[in-house]
């Protein structure tokens, strides 16, 4: 035989091979569907809540008010294993605060290696819902490998805190860090126009410095500084510690290490941070000897996720609301931009359109906004205004609820609210305004790229990235940008019932809490979501116990719902199979940096106003 048909035998066989091969995987991945169909007609195993468990708090990634992107592109990034971990903080307390009257729930136990971050605001209110736990006599439980700031803040509202011996409770406190971009745009020669009023906001000044201006640095340090002391001043009554002890820990973690020799976990055990050392077997058997053993007889204790177990009450927590009469919850979570926008962007269209569902809806008697955004297209805060002042008109009152951030345009649209509640630690005000538009006339010529022409009027041309922004476009921009923060000083003072003098004097761009936002009159009250619920209800007249609480959300079609849910269950039963593993989740530390950079890009791409102007704020931090 020639080598030529020896070769030619050879790839017909391997081409025969693989073409069997794809069959038999065509056929694997029918069957797999199939299986997911029969599932999702049958409507899945619903989990069931053991005659006594523990429940598990075992949030994942980053607490939100709003999981980002829509059901349907959630399902299809879980599918590829590619959604970020997100954990909705109303589902956490959703299952705590039903859980604290549920006779099967003997004690629950928070498993928090997971959670990478969540803004004091949201931590504070899951906090609340462990100590409605614990004062209907169950005892809480924290487990975990080690702790860092925000799972610690968790932990300590625990009756014990245990670690493994080989764990480390590392307390680095808040910080402000942002990259400055100025040198590197000089060396690319990208010119970027920044027009701005008041002279601490400084969300335009990575393109302008290369360092913290000393406005910024002044103001900061100052909300910065009142967010590590309302943490510590939470975790210290927790522990029953002095705040000057965990000060001490902190600062002087390093010296402590040394002298436990290394050993972290002596060290925190020392600092009364932390009350028992254990393995996990160690900890399962504890807890079996509190709840019992779980059923699969491999020495873990009986347990059940808070996901699963809101799945399994769902229909007796539905059955416990009326229905005829509610609070509507419309969250607004994320940047503000132009448009529409799938859930975790504040897309003004989308939100606009959600106002207007609950005007029209006749069983909605009040709303609550619950804002969770630093702000951003000053066009897009202002549809959303006008369309909660259509709401307001209707009749319906109107409050709204700080989360963990509602600054600039987050606190613009606030204001047409008949009652504005925060957090002590919310981070609020910045109430200014900048314009950017960059140009790229001096990097194209550097590539021997030249830009010549002419137009028909003075302002033809003066506003392309090509060429150096015109005077008149100059002039247009500046004159655009003071009115509109007069626009904004001029709402806060009506708003607010105060002078223009006033509103200007704490404006100017300044970043400030909750609790100074209420001392000056920025904020009516201090509380949480459940607070201004019930605010909005006692505005429409309604009884506590005679309304429920509706969640607006944006909808999708009959047969994106389908996908979804098709996927989600197909995903489920990969999972339960076999067939799919979940990828390992990153590095903790590395995952929160990456996070933090790619935040300050996503933020920069998400500047779509359609006149470049931008009530926003760089406040979000880790």
């Known amino acids: ?40 007609l049958a409507g899945g195993v619903a989990p069931v809540v053991p005659s006594t468990a523990a429940l598990l708090i075992s949030p994942g990634g980053v607490l939100v008010e709003q999981l980002e992107g829509s059901p349907l592109d959630r399902a299809i990034a879980e599918l590829n294993n590619q959604v970020e971990p997100q954990t909705l ?17 003997q004690a629950v136990v928070l498993e928090l290696d997971g959670l990478e971050s969540g803004g004091l605001a949201k931590l504070q209110a899951v906090g609340q819902a462990l100590d409605k736990v614990r004062a209907a006599g169950k005892k809480v439980i924290a487990f975990g490998n080690g702790y860092t700031r925000d799972q610690y803040y968790l932990a ?13 409770v590392y307390l680095e406190g808040y910080e402000y860090y942002r990259m400055f971009f100025r040198s ?53 009554e927790a522990r029953a510690l002095e705040q000057a002890e965990l000060d001490a820990y902190t600062n002087e973690f390093a010296t402590r290490i040394e002298s436990a020799e290394g050993h972290a976990a002596q060290a925190a055990l020392d600092a009364r941070l932390v009350d028992r050392l254990m393995t996990r077997p160690q900890f399962d058997e504890y807890m079996a000897g509190i709840v019992g053993p779980g059923d699969a007889e491999d020495g873990s204790y009986s347990a059940i996720d808070f996901q699963d177990y809101l799945a399994a009450t769902a229909l007796e927590r539905k059955l416990a609301e009326p229905h005829e009469r509610n609070v509507a919850i419309i969250v607004a979570s994320g940047e503000i931009v132009d448009g529409e926008a ?13 106002i207007r569902e609950s005007s029209m809806d006749d069983s909605i008697s009040a709303v609550v906004l619950r804002i969770d955004s630093p702000g951003g297209s000053m066009f897009a805060s202002q549809v959303i205004n006008d369309e909660l002042e259509l709401l307001k008109a209707a009749g319906k009152p109107l409050v709204a609820s700080m989360s963990s951030v509602a600054a600039s345009g987050g606190y613009y649209i606030a204001m047409p609210a008949d009652e504005i509640w925060a957090s002590s630690s919310t981070i609020t005000g910045s109430i200014g305004v900048g314009a950017l538009l960059p140009t790229v006339q001096r990097g194209l010529e550097q590539l021997g790229i030249h830009v010549d022409g002419f137009g028909t009027t003075r302002l033809a041309g003066q506003l392309r990235l090509d060429r150096p922004l015109g005077e008149d476009a100059r002039r247009v921009l500046t004159a655009s940008v003071e009115d509109a923060y007069r626009i904004f000083v001029g709402q806060v003072a009506a708003a607010r019932d105060m002078t223009a003098e006033r509103a200007d004097s704490i404006a100017r761009g300044r970043v400030w809490i909750g609790a100074d936002g209420k001392e000056l009159g920025l904020v009516d009250s201090l509380g949480g979501l459940d607070d201004a619920v019930r605010a909005a209800a ?12 509706t969640y607006i959300e944006p909808e999708l079609s009959f047969s994106q719902q389908l996908a979804a849910e098709f996927i989600m269950r197909t995903v489920r039963v990969l999972t339960t199979l076999g067939l799919r593993k979940p990828e390992v989740a990153p590095s903790t530390l590395l995952h929160r940096v990456m996070r933090s950079i790619d935040r300050e890009l996503k933020a920069l791409t998400a500047l779509n106003d359609p006149r470049s102007l931008y009530y926003h704020c760089f406040c979000t931090i880790d």
């Open 1 to 40: 035989m020639s080598i030529r048909g020896f070769m030619t035998k050879l790839v017909r066989a391997l081409w025969y091979g693989l073409n069997t091969l794809r069959r038999v995987l065509h056929l694997i991945l029918l069957l797999i569907l199939f299986i997911g169909v029969l599932v999702g």
């Open 89 to 105: 903080v109303r589902e956490v307390i959703d299952s705590l605060e039903h859980a604290a009257g549920d006779d099967r729930i």
């Open 156 to 168: 300590s509202r625990a009756d014990e805190v245990v670690m493994h011996d080989l764990g480390m």
């Open 184 to 236: 590197a745009l000089e060396k690319l020669y990208i010119d970027v126009n920044v027009f701005k009023v008041g002279e601490f906001k400084s969300f335009v000044e990575p393109f302008t410095r290369d360092d913290m201006s000393a406005e910024d640095r002044e103001a900061s340090q100052r909300w910065v500084g009142a967010l590590w002391s309302a943490w510590g001043h939470d975790v210290a």
């Open 342 to 354: 799938p859930p975790g962007t504040v897309g003004g269209d989308t939100l606009a359109w959600q």
């Open 538 to 549: 006692s505005r429409a007249g309604l009884d506590e116990g005679s309304y429920g609480r």
